[in-house]
Structure formats: C-alpha cells, structure tokens
C-alpha cells in the first residue's frame, strides 16, 4: 500500500515562511491535498490539486509537488495558523494520509 | 452553504454496534460521493470508506471490510456509517466528507465530527 511520510513538527517564527513536506514514491505523478485542523475542530481543506486553494483560503497557503515530495508553504505565518496540517492523496481507490504536521508559531 | 450535520456522540459496550448518521445540505446530494474518515484520540486521520448516494454503491477499507456498512437515503439526504463488533480500538472521532466523483479525489467539506467510545 501506499505510504505518505510528513515531519512530526515544524516551528516557525511569526511571520516567516513555513514548508512543511509530504514524501511518497512518485508522488509527483498524483495529485496532493493538504487539511488543516485546530485542536477539537474537523479538517479543512486549504489545497487541492498539488497548488490550488479553495475560496476562503489565505494566498499566503501554497502548494507544489515534483518527484518524491510535495511541500506545503504558509507565508508569513501567523499565530492562527498553528495547527495539525495532513497531506493526501487517493491510490488503489482508497485515500491515503500522511501521519500529520504539528505547526508551532512562536 | 454546503453542510454536512453529523449526530451526536455515542457510548457504546465491546461488542455492540453504533450507528452514525451524516446529513447533507445546500447542494444536490445524489451528484456527490461522501467518505467517512475516522482519528483516534490523539492519532492521525484514517480513511474508511465511500458511498455514491445516488447509486448506493460502496467500497470499504480492507481493514474494515466485514464489519462496517455505509448506506444513504436520498428522501432525507442522509448517509449512515455502521460499524459492528466494536472494540476499544474503535473509540475515536468519525467524520463524513464531500468529494467531487473524480480521479483526484479530496475532501470539502467535513462534517463536525461525531465521538464514538467503546467501553465496557
């Protein structure tokens, strides 16, 4: 089965860039989503697509994808942004998530 | 707005089966596909299964196969997750998702979520 790797945390000072990545063999082959989710609240979807962002989401939320890793960048990071972030994607008809992202603000 | 409602939480005994329901609004629920993703406390995200509301045709996780059963009702706009035999593996957090029929398959939105515990 397919299997999405992500670091366990990432600390970034506020407003300064975040990169978080999702490692997957040939990753850059499938298409990449990325959640966010605050502590008691559901996911939510902030990339779709490898690079695209539903309406509603910061232009500060990037996205790209290229060989064995995609990467999630959020520019100047704020405090709200500290969260879980999951990367996914769907192979063999089912959908597949990385272990999750911790991302500290400070 | 598109909303997904979830029921509320449920205590259940090793053994038993609980049912969760997920009731969609603000779009045309047979042109959709809905997921159910579950996390255990503290633990990542973990894909269970997919149903086409207007075709009733389903597909599971190996993991679960057997043992879950995903249903719709199109008169109410509402999918079911059933899963038996519950165990205390089982206690978690379950949420349904939207998504596109589509090869890129991703999740918009997410219900609420709806807390299942397993104890005896």
């Known amino acids: 089965s397919y299997e999405l790797t992500q670091p366990l945390s990432v600390s970034v000072a506020l407003g300064q860039t975040a990169r978080i990545t999702c490692g997957g063999n040939n990753i850059g082959t499938k298409s990449v989503h990325w959640y966010e989710q605050k502590p008691g609240q559901a996911p939510v979807l902030v990339i779709y697509?490898?690079?695209n962002r539903p309406s509603g989401i910061p232009e500060r939320f990037s996205g790209s994808n290229s060989g064995n890793t995609a990467t999630l960048t959020i520019s100047r990071a704020q405090a709200g942004d500290e969260a879980d972030y999951y990367c996914q994607v769907w192979d063999s008809s089912s959908a597949v998530f990385g272990p999750g992202t911790k991302v500290t603000v400070l | 707005q598109v909303q997904l409602v979830q029921s509320g939480a449920e205590v259940k005994k090793p053994g038993a089966s609980v049912k969760v329901s997920c009731k969609a609004s603000?779009?045309?629920?047979?042109?959709?596909?809905i997921h159910w993703v579950r996390q255990a406390p503290g633990q990542g995200l973990e894909w269970m299964g997919i149903i086409n509301p207007g075709g009733g045709d389903t597909t599971y996780a190996q993991k679960f196969q057997g043992r879950v059963t995903v249903t719709s009702d199109t008169s109410t706009s509402t999918v079911y997750l059933q899963l038996n035999s519950l165990r205390s593996e089982d206690t978690a957090v379950y949420y349904c998702a939207r998504a596109e029929p589509s090869v890129t398959v991703y999740f918009d939105p997410w219900g609420q979520g709806t807390l299942v515990t397993v104890s005896s």
């Open positions: 697509r490898d690079s």
């Open positions: 603000g779009y045309t629920f047979t042109s959709y596909y």
